[in-house]
T-cell receptor
């Protein structure tokens, strides 16, 4: 069975600080995909990034960056110079084979980020 | 605009009643999903459908039922057998026809169901 752990339940930072959200995953698959989603107060999940298990390059998109380390089964997300609009719940997710033999998306429990002005 | 529409946004149900949550997408996606979110919890998969007229149980299907008669529609019925139905329900879709999930899922804005 696959599992995603986001150990940080809630984080508060002051605006302009950098913050890293941790994600650790477990899977027996050799091919899998990792995702990050943002859930603002409106409730809709917004896709941020997808990474496949064969691509360990870090990625940067504006103030967002992701660090994928297969050796530690981690896919961490860093926001640089945080802004109030970054306040949301962030979910890490893993796509891999379920016990039923089909692919499923497994979510972590989420990290609630509060950016204080 | 393409997207996923869930209705209603808020729903109240009396104990013992069945209720149906609507999910419609115009993205021409083959796969559709229903998730349940409880406070402080991640999203848990209720049902998913990879193609019309076919659907599979997820991790917490008991007390729920679905249908997929049209590609664009995937309604979820919360039955009276669901013992703790108060939650936030999210519908999603992805382009995959075979459920490989190598593309991202797109989500609706959710329905908050409260049992009164």
């Amino acid at each position: 069975a696959q599992k995603v752990t986001q150990a940080q339940t809630e984080i508060s930072v002051v605006e302009k600080e950098d913050v890293t959200l941790d994600c650790v995953y477990e899977t027996r698959d050799t091919t899998y995909y990792l995702f990050w989603y943002k859930q603002p107060p409106s409730g809709e999940l917004v896709f941020l990034i997808r990474r496949n298990s064969f691509d360990e390059q870090n990625e940067i998109s504006g103030r967002y960056s992701w660090n994928f380390q297969k050796s530690t089964s981690s896919f961490n997300f860093t926001i640089t110079a945080s802004q109030v609009v970054d306040s949301a719940v962030y979910f890490c997710a893993l796509s891999g084979l379920s016990g039923a033999g089909s692919y499923q998306l497994t979510f972590g429990k989420g990290t609630k980020l509060s950016v204080i002005p | 605009d393409g997207g996923i529409t869930q209705s209603p946004k808020y729903l109240f149900r009396k104990e013992g009643q069945n209720v149906t949550l609507s999910c419609e997408q115009n993205l021409n996606h083959d796969a559709m999903y229903w998730y349940r979110q409880d406070p402080g919890q991640g999203l848990r998969l209720i049902y998913y459908s990879q193609i019309v007229n076919d659907f599979q149980k997820g991790d917490i299907a008991e007390g729920y039922s679905v249908s997929r008669e049209k590609k664009e529609s995937f309604p979820l019925t919360v039955t009276s057998a669901q013992k703790n139905p108060t939650a936030f329900y999210l519908c999603a879709s992805s382009i995959d026809a075979v459920g490989t999930m190598n593309t991202e899922a797109f989500f609706g804005q959710g329905t908050r169901l409260t049992v009164v």
